[in-house]
Each structure stands twice: as structure tokens, then as C-alpha cells.
């Protein structure tokens, strides 16, 4: 028996390490680009789907690899990668080698063309995350770009289009709960996340504590997070934990205190400065306890080293520090840098989810924060096993019920 039970963990050891190597290959794309044809493409999942997708055509491409990690790339003719239509599937190649068929989303849930007592559509108000849940962006843009402060990095001012024909500024917070209750009843408002641009303190907390409200009219289970500044009255904390949030996130998005002051201006001046953000975090630890309390920070805007300490000491705090990848936005003022390399996005990776397993956080706490941080989340699930065979499965949030009312 023990002959038979060292074959299994040399076979489940050899599937970790395909699946890393794959994940790796995600970064690879990332950097240098993919090229195709987008007719083609589109067409292929036209058939597939039954609806003509957005993305292909219009910059890039994202989708699952054969063993079922993510990849994405932008458009380019100068790439060794490539994706070629064989028949009715999509076939990825590194130059002449094949590398495995690759798929595309599902047909978009039904839900999200739904239809709102406002006249608009439920995907102008909420979107679907990949694990099973909903989040908003309240606002449509943020007030430090009337004070010249705004992050450097970010594009909410930039105005690209993403609310689609969404016509308020601020969402009605009645709206929010009308929209997050067809996503319960839709089985995919398993966890709610709510963010949105700079506004002065005291309007974001009765913005924050009106949606918890109308939210929990009719689901008391309410289980979300709300992502806010660093207030710079603490003692508000408990408001937020009181009106039902479960988990709260303030987006450093820069470790290093000297580039955080540069890199986000507004959060420096208006927030108390990067200590401040330090101490609320600790507090908040406090009221909603470890692992549910969340940071951002932008993986390629500082060293690596700095990412890293931020993420250990944070976590030695009970705090999930988790990060995003630098991307140069147009029309912000860091448009036109590069982000760094694959190379150091997979250090950065590698790196940060052995802290996430020694500080004992799962996969619930490295996915209720900050909407597009945990980029690593793979990485994460592929070290700790939690996959079947050799594919990674799609991890969902635990269900919740429809109502209890």
C-alpha cells in the first residue's frame, strides 16, 4: 500500500508543477500579446455562446487554458503566441508548437439584461464576478480629480465608457438593492463588493450604510464588503460592521510611504498620510477580525521587495494584502509606462501566495477584497491542491439563500 500511495503523490506532484508551468505560461501572455483573428474568433464564439462577445477585436483576449488556468492577452502581430480556429474550437500555439485548446466564457447570464424600475438594465448597475458574485461602482467618478489629486494609475476620471448608458452619478442606493436581489435569485450574489471614487467621508458612510439598509430589507444574511478610504475618524469603523458589512478593504495601492505620497496624492492629503492608512487597517482588524479586512496594492508601481514587506507585515496584522497588476492606462499620467516583466509579475506571485498560506488565509478571504486584486489566485489553489485531476476547476463562493422573508 505504501508503494501505491507514493505513486499517487509523485502523480499529484507532477500535476502541480504542469499546473504551474501553465499558470506561468498566463503571465507570458500577458506581457508580449497574442495574435488572431478576431472575425474569426468572434464567430467561433458567436456559435458557441449564442451571443457575439465584446472583447475580441477591441484589444485583446481572455479565456482558459487547456488545464484550466486564465490567459489573456492584447492584440499583436509581434508575439510567439497564437490563436488559430481548427474546426468548431480555438487552438493555442507558442510559434509551430501546440499548446492545447483553449475555451472561451459561457453565454453571459440572463440576468444582466434584466430590466430595473428605473428603465436600466441590471449590468449598468452591477457586475458579475468570476467566483459567483456581484459588485458596484457607485459612483461614475471620483472627487479628487476636481483637486488635481487623483492616483496616477487610475482611470475612473478618464471616462472610457465602462457604465455604459448608466445616467446618474451616484447610484440610488435603492436601485443597488433592487439590482443585488435579482443576483441572489439568479444564484450569483453569493458575495457583494461595493467601491467607487473619492467623496468626502461622512457622505460615504451614509452612502455605504443606505445600501446596507434597502440590502437588508429583505436578506438579513447580507455578506459583502465595503471598500472605502481611510477614515480619518476611526471610530466609524463599527458603523460599517454594524449596518451589516462583513468585510472592509482600504486600497493602499502603494506600499512604500515616499511613492505613495507621489503615486496618490489625494489619498495622502485627504486620509491622514500612509501611517494613517496603516493604523486604520490595524483597527479595523479589531471589529470585523483577521482575514477580513483587505488592501490593495499595484503590483510593477515599486520594487518588488517593498510589495512583499507590505504583504507580510499586513498579514502578520490579520490583514489580506492582496495586489493588482500595473497597467498603463490611457489618458492617465503613468500612460505610455510598461508594466514590468512576466518575470517579476510571477516572483511577485510566487512569492506573496506562500505568505497567504503560512498567514492561514483561504481562498474565502483572498477573494471578499478589493474587486481585481488577487491575480495570484490560481497560484494559490494549485499549491495548497485544491484541484481534480489535472484541471483547475472554477472555485464559487458559498451559496446563499434566495430570502429568508
Same mark, same amino acid.
Given at each position: 500500500?505504501?508503494?501505491?500511495?507514493?505513486?499517487?503523490?509523485?502523480?499529484?506532484?507532477?500535476?502541480?508543477?504542469?499546473?504551474?508551468?501553465?499558470?506561468?505560461?498566463?503571465?507570458?501572455?500577458?506581457?508580449?500579446?497574442?495574435?488572431?483573428?478576431?472575425?474569426?474568433?468572434?464567430?467561433?464564439?458567436?456559435?458557441?455562446?449564442?451571443?457575439?462577445?465584446?472583447?475580441?477585436?477591441?484589444?485583446?483576449?481572455?479565456?482558459?487554458?487547456?488545464?484550466?488556468?486564465?490567459?489573456?492577452?492584447?492584440?499583436?502581430?509581434?508575439?510567439? *503566441?497564437? %490563436?488559430? $480556429?481548427?474546426?468548431?474550437?480555438?487552438?493555442? +500555439?507558442? =510559434?509551430?508548437?501546440?499548446?492545447? #485548446? !483553449?475555451?472561451?466564457?459561457?453565454?453571459?447570464?440572463?440576468?444582466?439584461?434584466?430590466?430595473?424600475?428605473?428603465?436600466?438594465?441590471?449590468?449598468?448597475?452591477?457586475?458579475?464576478?468570476?467566483?459567483?458574485?456581484?459588485?458596484?461602482?457607485?459612483?461614475?467618478?471620483?472627487?479628487?480629480?476636481?483637486?488635481?489629486?487623483?492616483?496616477?494609475?487610475?482611470?475612473?476620471?478618464?471616462?472610457?465608457?465602462?457604465?455604459?448608458?448608466?445616467?446618474?452619478?451616484?447610484?440610488?442606493?435603492?436601485?443597488?438593492?433592487?439590482?443585488?436581489?435579482?443576483?441572489?435569485?439568479?444564484?450569483?450574489?453569493?458575495?457583494?463588493?461595493?467601491?467607487?471614487?473619492?467623496?468626502?467621508?461622512?457622505?460615504?458612510?451614509? *452612502?455605504? %450604510?443606505? $445600501?446596507?439598509?434597502?440590502?437588508?430589507?429583505? +436578506?438579513? =444574511?447580507?455578506?459583502?464588503?465595503? #471598500? !472605502?478610504?481611510?477614515?480619518?475618524?476611526?471610530?466609524?469603523?463599527?458603523?460599517?460592521?454594524?449596518?451589516?458589512?462583513?468585510?472592509?478593504?482600504?486600497?493602499?495601492?502603494?506600499?512604500?510611504?515616499?511613492?505613495?505620497?507621489?503615486?496618490?496624492?489625494?489619498?495622502?492629503?485627504?486620509?491622514?498620510?500612509?501611517?494613517?492608512?496603516?493604523?486604520?487597517?490595524?483597527?479595523?482588524?479589531?471589529?470585523?477580525?483577521?482575514?477580513?479586512?483587505?488592501?490593495?496594492?499595484?503590483?510593477?508601481?515599486?520594487?518588488?521587495?517593498?510589495?512583499?514587506?507590505?504583504?507580510?507585515?499586513?498579514?502578520?496584522?490579520?490583514?489580506?494584502?492582496?495586489?493588482?497588476?500595473?497597467?498603463?492606462?490611457?489618458?492617465?499620467?503613468?500612460?505610455?509606462?510598461?508594466?514590468?516583466?512576466?518575470?517579476?509579475?510571477?516572483?511577485?506571485?510566487?512569492?506573496?501566495?506562500?505568505?497567504?498560506?503560512?498567514?492561514?488565509?483561504?481562498?474565502?478571504?483572498?477573494?471578499?477584497?478589493?474587486?481585481?486584486?488577487?491575480?495570484?489566485?490560481?497560484?494559490?489553489?494549485?499549491?495548497?491542491?485544491?484541484?481534480?485531476?489535472?484541471?483547475?476547476?472554477?472555485?464559487?463562493?458559498?451559496?446563499?439563500?434566495?430570502?429568508?422573508?
Amino acid at each position: 500500500m505504501s508503494g501505491i500511495k507514493e505513486l499517487v503523490t509523485q502523480d499529484k506532484q507532477a500535476i502541480k508543477e504542469l499546473l504551474l508551468k501553465e499558470a506561468r505560461l498566463g503571465f507570458d501572455l500577458a506581457e508580449k500579446g497574442i495574435f488572431f483573428n478576431a472575425e474569426e474568433i468572434n464567430k467561433l464564439r458567436a456559435e458557441k455562446t449564442g451571443e457575439l462577445p465584446k472583447r475580441a477585436g477591441r484589444g485583446g483576449l481572455s479565456f482558459k487554458l487547456p488545464h484550466g488556468n486564465d490567459g489573456s492577452g492584447d492584440f499583436t502581430k509581434w508575439t510567439p *503566441y497564437s %490563436i488559430v $480556429v481548427e474546426g468548431n474550437e480555438a487552438v493555442l +500555439y507558442d =510559434d509551430s508548437t501546440r499548446v492545447g #485548446i !483553449i475555451s472561451f466564457a459561457d453565454a453571459p447570464n440572463p440576468v444582466l439584461n434584466e430590466k430595473l424600475t428605473n428603465g436600466e438594465t441590471f449590468r449598468n448597475i452591477l457586475s458579475l464576478t468570476q467566483h459567483g458574485g456581484v459588485s458596484v461602482g457607485y459612483s461614475k467618478e471620483c472627487a479628487l480629480k476636481d483637486l488635481g489629486e487623483d492616483c496616477l494609475f487610475c482611470k475612473i476620471n478618464v471616462g472610457d465608457g465602462k457604465y455604459g448608458d448608466r445616467q446618474n452619478l451616484i447610484l440610488n442606493p435603492k436601485i443597488v438593492a433592487e439590482a443585488y436581489s435579482l443576483a441572489r435569485k439568479a444564484g450569483v450574489g453569493n458575495h457583494f463588493r461595493i467601491s467607487g471614487g473619492f467623496v468626502p467621508e461622512r457622505r460615504e458612510l451614509e *452612502y455605504y %450604510i443606505d $445600501v446596507a439598509e434597502e440590502i437588508r430589507k429583505k +436578506y438579513p =444574511d447580507f455578506f459583502g464588503t465595503a #471598500i !472605502i478610504g481611510a477614515p480619518n475618524d476611526l471610530s466609524i469603523l463599527e458603523k460599517y460592521k454594524e449596518s451589516g458589512y462583513s468585510h472592509i478593504s482600504h486600497n493602499i495601492e502603494v506600499w512604500d510611504k515616499n511613492l505613495f505620497a507621489h503615486i496618490c496624492p489625494g489619498k495622502e492629503k485627504r486620509n491622514g498620510g500612509w501611517q494613517h492608512w496603516i493604523n486604520s487597517l490595524e483597527a479595523a482588524v479589531e471589529i470585523f477580525g483577521k482575514g477580513n479586512v483587505h488592501a490593495n496594492i499595484v503590483g510593477g508601481l515599486e520594487p518588488k521587495t517593498s510589495t512583499l514587506e507590505g504583504i507580510e507585515y499586513l498579514a502578520s496584522k490579520g490583514i489580506v494584502a492582496k495586489f493588482s497588476r500595473f497597467r498603463p492606462e490611457a489618458g492617465t499620467p503613468l500612460e505610455g509606462y510598461r508594466s514590468p516583466s512576466a518575470d517579476f509579475h510571477w516572483e511577485l506571485v510566487d512569492k506573496a501566495t506562500d505568505i497567504y498560506i503560512r498567514s492561514g488565509f483561504g481562498m474565502l478571504e483572498l477573494t471578499t477584497g478589493p474587486g481585481s486584486s488577487f491575480y495570484g489566485s490560481n497560484v494559490y489553489r494549485i499549491k495548497t491542491g485544491d484541484f481534480e485531476g489535472d484541471n483547475l476547476t472554477p472555485w464559487k463562493y458559498p451559496a446563499l439563500p434566495n430570502s429568508n422573508l
